[in-house]
């Protein structure tokens, strides 16, 4: 104002500047009013903005809205101070929620992805949401999470397993797991590794255990076929224990079921094929038994018809051989039927010839007697006084019996053949020739020799006209031919001993002797030099009976003559000793008896006294004192051999009383048998008193 | 002495079997491997004890027993000691597996009663004597005998130790038998099954046998035909008259194999040898004799360990002898009733006899209700059963 009024503003002037200073102040009011109201909208906005901020992270968390205004005591800048701490809490949370949410989501992907899980459908599911991180939420993901988690388990062990079977199964059957394995998924290889565990994986895994699985089954099932015809081949050929445990772990399987078969390499294609083959050989084996077995009933069936004096060709046919079974034209059960049966007929055939047979067996043996009847006639020399002499007489009078017989034997016959053939409606055949044909040729053979013999007696009758008629023109008679007669005589009867088993000892006593005689020199002498080295002097050169005779020392004669005789005495004993050790010393004293008496018969020189130093004995070298007293022995035998009482006579013990057994030979026995009936032993009686019915004889 | 009324049943003073069979008792068979006893008797019955030793003392403790139908004539342990074949009137062989416990079943059948049986471990086989004039030799896996061997006359004694095996009949008849393995030679014996035609085919074509093929394949010692074949041809060695006069009664072969000891009614032994180089080594002895009372001679037993052996006889005693000395090594004294079997157990220590009529004297000296089957235990010292060295040799 003073300024004014030293200026000396005019009042208008003064009025207008007031106005003026007026206006601007209160611009100036205005502006601040108008800066101040935008800084309390501007703070009301960040509040606002806070505050939906908030109201986000909160509804997105799920949580109620957080009421902060009720206690906005200091303004607004306090309020916007209070709702960011809190937002910025808030925020916080969020992230850390977030971050669960992450982690989750992360592993919930890691499984599906191993599970292989077709994430597409559900992906809303577990795809991040940032408007919803509620807990609600998470533990939604955790349940699926611990779903899958479940699931992966599972499968796992589903996995495992498969696995397993797996592995036994491919050790039941003999194949590589590792390769089976690494066929279905490369990761089943290492068992510690990450498995593949996708569904797919699973089924493979499934479908490869089923086929296993068949195929075991399968495999099974021919090696119990196997085994079991195995069974029966060794129960048919009696197939040792020994061989039989090589395979008992395969038999032992022939029953069990698919699951019960668990040994490794139990059903392997190896086993299989070698239990193959040792069936095909244990076939093949009984074939060549069968065949075996067929050639054994064969032989049987030719015996038979040998026996029963039957071609053995009827009975058999000739396609039905055993090589017609190797090139399998015929079954070899069926010919081992064929021949069973023919067995069987040729048996039934058997008893029906039977009786005719044995007829047939004594005419024949009459027949073969006639034969050498007339042998024995033709022998001119037959009434010498030889050795054996008188057998052949009893032995050609029993023979003129028998041939007496045989016409009436020949009629028999020919009626019962005729009986048999009319029965029967074929021929009687006798190996293979007709029996009534052969009866025709014998009788025809009868006649023809009959006219012979009528017709030789003519001839002798007229050669006797003749001699006569020489003697009265020359005064001599020829005298019978000798020659060839005594050899020819010998070797029939050999040929007749040979026929008689048991009869032939005896008869053959007088052979080795006279093989002794004419046996070399050497032997005799041996012996006569333990006798007689003198007369060995003399007789240096040859001991022949032969030459002896032309011995002109006549008084050595006899004294030699015996000597020689003895000396093939004692070998004769000898050899027979040594032939055989096992005959009975009465057969052997039997035989020396013979020999002697032979002898006594040929030489007629009284000797009694030196036979009695040859006994039976080993030792031709011993001296004649201990031979005798060895005789005396042996005529003794059987005694009782008297032994001495023990020294220690304080023990219990005994000697026994013994006598030494002579070896009664078979069939020793058969005269006192005769004697004797039927014995039984205590038990037999006894049995036949309490069971009559269960023991009946 | 004659008759037995009067006489102690026990003057040896054996340990008394607990629980005997009611009737005569017909075998008495030692396990091979235990202290297990069988017995069979006339009253159908097998009973089986265990039989114990403490010092002197014995136990017997009954185990089990089977029942035939008709009286049970003879028994044989398989080697192995589990099973116990028995046979007898019922014609019938039962196998008894009586370690395991199982049921008896029937492994072998005669037309007649069975008299003897025995089990050939270098087999497998069983062999069975019987009154119908046959021995059969069985699988026991197999219903039908893997053979059948005729015999002269109807078995009354057997005894094996492989590869002999002897077999007295009626009639005196001993049949030896070689049951050697017959693989050495049998190839040139099996031509033999072959007819001459076949034979010619076989060579001209270098064809095998089939029998040799076989066995040069499997190299297993018996198939069924082999056997069959190998019965054929070389199972009887010999047949021989017994060296005794009288009906046999009992045999045992040697331990070594060598030869048999044959026993008769007329209380003599016969010792035989089968070699021709030893016959000089046979004789035959008496014994079982009192006076003019002459018994049987009812079981031969030769000792598991020193080879000297046993006699007991239808007097009621029982013997111990040694072959080779020739001497009596202990005269037992008689007991009341005759001694039909005896037995050693399978280490010697124990002698098992059993005390009761055996028949001799037939049916009428059978009084049933003073009969008394007892079976005694004797412990045999060792100077009973060892034999001594030869004495007074200088007149032998």
């Known amino acids: ?697 | 002495m004659s008759n037995f009324s009067a006489a102690n049943p026990n003057p040896n003073k054996s340990s008394e079997v607990a629980q005997p069979p009611t009737d005569s008792v017909s075998s008495l068979k030692f396990s091979p491997k235990a202290n297990f006893l069988v017995a069979t008797s006339w009253d159908n019955q097998v009973r089986c004890w265990e039989i114990t030793r403490d010092g002197t003392t014995m136990g017997s403790v009954p185990k089990a027993s089977i029942s035939h139908d008709h009286p049970v004539l003879c028994s044989a342990w398989k080697d192995d000691g589990t099973t116990v074949f028995s046979g007898g009137c019922d014609k019938q062989v039962k196998m008894w597996p009586l370690l395991s416990g199982g049921q008896p079943v029937t492994v072998a059948m005669h037309d007649a009663p069975i008299k003897e049986v025995a089990w050939v471990p270098e087999m497998n086989l069983l062999v069975t004597g019987s009154w119908d004039k046959t021995i059969k030799y069985w699988d026991t896996r197999q219903s039908n005998p893997v053979h059948t061997q005729q015999l002269p006359d109807r078995c009354y004694a057997l005894t094996v130790r492989h590869p002999l095996m002897v077999v007295g009949t009626a009639d005196r008849n001993l049949v030896v038998f070689n049951l050697q393995n017959p693989q050495s030679h049998f190839p040139e014996n099996a031509l033999h099954l072959v007819k001459p035609k076949e034979r010619s085919i076989m060579q001209e074509h270098s064809f095998v046998h089939p029998i040799t093929r076989c066995l040069n394949a499997l190299s297993f010692p018996f198939t069924k035909n082999s056997l069959r074949s190998f019965f054929n041809y070389n199972a009887e060695f010999k047949r021989i008259t017994s060296p005794l006069k009288y009906q046999t009664r009992c045999v045992a072969a040697f331990p070594d194999q060598q030869g048999f000891l044959v026993g008769s009614i007329e209380g003599r032994v016969g010792v035989h040898h089968l070699d021709d180089a030893q016959q000089s080594k046979n004789f035959t002895f008496k014994c079982h004799r009192e006076g003019n009372e002459i018994y049987s001679v009812n079981s031969l037993n030769f000792h598991p360990v020193h080879h000297t052996f046993a006699t007991a006889g239808s007097d009621g005693a029982f013997n111990f002898w040694d072959k080779d000395s020739k001497q009596r090594l202990k005269a037992m004294s008689r007991c009341s009733q005759p001694i039909p079997c005896s037995a050693f157990n399978n280490d010697g220590s124990i002698f098992v006899y059993s005390v009761c009529y055996d028949w001799s004297k037939g049916a009428e000296n059978h009084n049933p209700s003073t009969a008394k089957a007892t079976i005694f235990l004797h412990l045999p010292q060792e100077s009973e059963v060892k034999g001594k060295p030869r004495v007074g040799t200088n007149r032998k």
């Open chain 1, 1 to 697: 104002m003073s300024i004014w009024d030293e200026v000396g503003e005019p009042n208008i002037e003064r009025d207008n500047m007031l106005l003026e200073l007026e206006q601007e102040c209160l611009e100036a009011y205005k502006r601040k009013v108008r800066d101040a109201e935008k800084r309390r909208a501007q703070l009301q906005q960040a509040i606002a903005d806070s505050e939906a901020e908030l109201a986000d992270i909160c509804s997105a968390m799920g949580e109620g809205p957080v009421n902060i205004r009720e206690n906005a005591v200091g303004g607004l800048k306090e309020e916007l101070k209070t709702i960011v701490s809190t937002l910025e809490e808030m925020q916080k949370l969020k992230c850390e929620r977030k971050k669960q949410f992450i982690e989750v989501l992360d592993q919930l992907m890691n499984i599906a992805k191993e599970l292989c899980k077709p994430m597409e459908d559900n992906l809303y599911k577990i795809s991040m949401d940032e408007t919803d991180l509620s807990l609600k939420r998470l533990q939604e993901l955790h349940t699926i999470l611990h779903e899958l988690q479940d699931e992966k388990t599972n499968r796992m062990k589903q996995v495992l397993d498969h696995l397993i079977t797996l592995n036994s199964l491919c050790k039941v059957l003999g194949l590589d797991f590792k390769h089976t394995v690494t066929e279905i998924h490369p990761s089943m290889d290492d068992s510690i590794g990450l498995k593949n565990l996708s569904s797919d994986t699973i089924d493979k895994l499934t479908a490869t255990i089923l086929s296993l699985r068949e195929i075991k089954t399968q495999r099974m099932h021919t090696l119990q076929d196997l085994a079991a015809h195995m069974l029966e081949l060794w129960s048919l050929m009696d197939t040792p224990i020994k061989e039989q445990q090589m395979f008992q772990n395969i038999t032992r399987n022939i029953v069990a079921a698919e699951h019960e078969i668990t040994e490794p390499n139990t059903l392997s294609v190896d086993l299989i094929n070698y239990v193959e083959a040792e069936v095909s050989r244990l076939e093949h084996l009984k074939s060549s038994k069968m065949k075996e077995l067929i050639l054994n009933k064969r032989t049987e069936l030719e015996e038979i018809c040998s026996r029963i004096h039957v071609v053995a060709e009827a009975y058999i046919p000739i396609d039905h051989s055993i090589e017609a079974v190797e090139s399998g034209a015929i079954e070899p059960t069926y010919l081992l039927e064929e021949v069973e049966l023919q067995i069987a007929k040729a048996k039934e055939e058997g008893f029906s010839r039977k009786e005719i047979l044995d007829k047939v067996v004594k005419w024949l043996a009459a027949c073969d007697e006639e034969c050498w009847l007339e042998e024995y006639n033709r022998d001119d020399n037959r009434y010498n006084a030889g050795r054996g002499a008188h057998l052949y007489l009893k032995r050609a009078e029993k023979a003129r019996a028998l041939v007496s017989k045989i016409p009436a034997m020949t009629e028999a016959l020919t009626l019962k053949a005729k009986a048999w053939e009319e029965e029967r409606g074929i021929e009687f055949s006798y190996d293979g020739v007709r029996l009534l044909s052969m009866l025709d040729n014998y009788n025809v053979l009868r006649q023809e020799k009959e006219q012979e013999r009528r017709r030789q007696r003519e001839q002798k009758r007229l050669q006797g006209q003749r001699i006569a008629e020489q003697e009265a023109v020359f005064g001599s008679k020829p005298s019978p031919s000798k020659s060839g007669k005594k050899l020819s005589r010998i070797s029939t009867i050999g040929a007749a001993n040979r026929r008689f088993s048991y009869g032939g000892m005896v008869l053959q006593a007088p052979n080795p002797e006279k093989a002794a005689l004419h046996s070399g020199p050497t032997k005799k002498d041996g012996c006569i030099k333990q006798n007689n080295s003198l007369n060995h002097q003399k007789n240096s050169g040859s001991t022949g009976l032969s030459s002896g005779r032309k011995n002109l020392d006549v008084a050595q004669k006899p004294l030699k003559k015996h000597l020689t005789s003895r000396a093939a005495n004692a070998c004769e004993i000898e050899s027979s000793m040594v032939r055989k050790p096992l005959s009975p010393i009465s057969s052997a004293a039997a035989a020396s008896a013979k020999t002697t008496t032979t002898l006594a018969g040929l030489d007629r020189t009284p000797k009694r006294t030196l036979q009695r130093t040859i006994p039976p004995n080993k030792t031709p070298t011993a001296s004649p004192s201990k031979l005798a007293s060895i005789e005396d022995q042996e005529n003794n035998t059987p005694k009782n051999m008297p032994i001495p009482m023990p020294t220690t006579p304080s023990t219990a013990s005994l000697p026994m009383q013994t006598a030494f057994t002579p070896c009664i030979p078979f069939l020793a026995n058969q005269a006192e048998k005769q004697e004797k009936v039927a014995e039984y032993s205590f038990e037999e009686r006894r049995a036949v008193f309490m069971l009559p019915e269960a023991y009946s004889r």
